[in-house]
């Protein structure tokens, strides 16, 4: 949290920083705890209920803890018809979640989302990975490279556990 605080200091008094003030902190703690929104509300000096409306409006933020690595499947029509929904089931079944569930060992988040705005290239998996910049958009999915996709992340994962260690 003091990593939160320091993240948040550019933001003191500047009530009309609602939205960006959550997304930094969002950005550090993967979803928005009750303290986060209070940090974020006393850093505005704006009343907690007041920040806490805002996050509850808007889709992107998060009460909930979320996975190091958030998978969404786009369900929209087009990527419906490409096999979207054969694609969702293949992921429930691999990471053993259903869609909006987070795993315990908070690896993996599963979401989906209306339409992704890439219809051109359905059906479409994005990827992203907490702490990183940025989201991988993979197109032309199918069950196998769903498959591949979720084994080269636990594979890096692995690695990444083995230097740490
Ligand atoms: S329907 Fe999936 S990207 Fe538009």
């Known amino acids: 949290m003091k990593e939160l605080e320091e993240a948040l200091l550019p933001f003191k008094e500047k009530r009309n920083m609602t939205i960006p003030a959550l997304q930094i902190a969002q950005e550090k703690l993967g979803y928005l ?11 505005l000096g704006l009343p907690p209920g007041e920040v806490y409306e805002v996050v509850t409006f ?36 691999i990471l053993g979640i259903y869609a909006g569930e987070t795993d315990e060992k908070r690896e993996f988040t599963l979401l ?22 940025g989201r991988k958009v993979h197109g032309y999915m199918t069950k196998m490279k769903a498959r591949d996709l979720i084994e080269e992340i636990k594979q890096k994962m692995a690695e990444e556990a083995a230097e740490a260690a």
């Open 33 to 43: 705890p009750r303290e986060a929104i209070e940090d974020v509300a006393q850093t």
């Open 58 to 93: 808007y889709a992107q933020f998060r009460l909930k803890p979320i996975g190091k690595n958030i998978i969404t499947v786009c369900r929209g029509t087009a990527c419906h018809v490409g096999g979207s929904s054969g694609i969702l089931k293949e992921l429930e079944r």
């Open 112 to 133: 989906t989302v209306a339409c992704f705005g890439a219809c051109a290239r359905a059906p479409i998996t994005v990827t992203e990975t907490l702490g990183l910049p």
